[in-house]
Nanobody, 123 residues
Framework: QVQLVESGGGSVQVGGSLRLSCAAF????????MGWFRQPPGKEREGVAS???????NYADSVKGRFTISQDNAKNTLYLQMNSLKPEDTAMYYC?????????????????WGQGIQVTVSS
């Protein structure tokens, strides 16, 4: 089993920045893909970005150029640097992981999930 714990969320004004972190615990040696998802109020969960063990990244069009996903394999920690935040970025953000190499940025491609952390962007 793998446990994922997010941190770094909060409230920020439009144009501001936040950095989310996700610490992985347990059988992390078999994790080859990690990602970030978000669920805005009243909407379905959607993919934000993913990164595989080798560092290849994938981003949703809505965050390209503003968000950066990265990882520190030695610390078993995943990051999401979010810049130029917009009100539509307001959502619960979830960390996810899977033992397979990254493919589609979709919910059903990830086995392990964190509890989520709130990000609110106000104007």
């Amino acid at each position: 089993q793998v446990q994922l714990v997010e941190s770094g969320g909060g409230s920020v004004q439009v144009g501001g920045s936040l950095r989310l972190s996700c610490a992985a615990f347990g059988y992390t040696y078999n994790i080859y893909c990690m990602g970030w998802f978000r669920q805005p109020p009243g909407k379905e969960r959607e993919g934000v970005a993913s990164i595989n063990w080798y560092g290849t990244t994938n981003y949703a069009d809505s965050v390209k150029g503003r968000f950066t996903i990265s990882q520190d394999n030695a610390k078993n920690t995943l990051y999401l640097q979010m810049n130029s935040l917009k009100p539509e970025d307001t959502a619960m953000y979830y960390c996810a992981a899977d033992p397979r190499l990254c493919s589609l940025l979709e919910v059903n491609q990830f086995r392990y999930w964190g509890q989520g952390i709130q990000v609110t962007v106000s104007s």
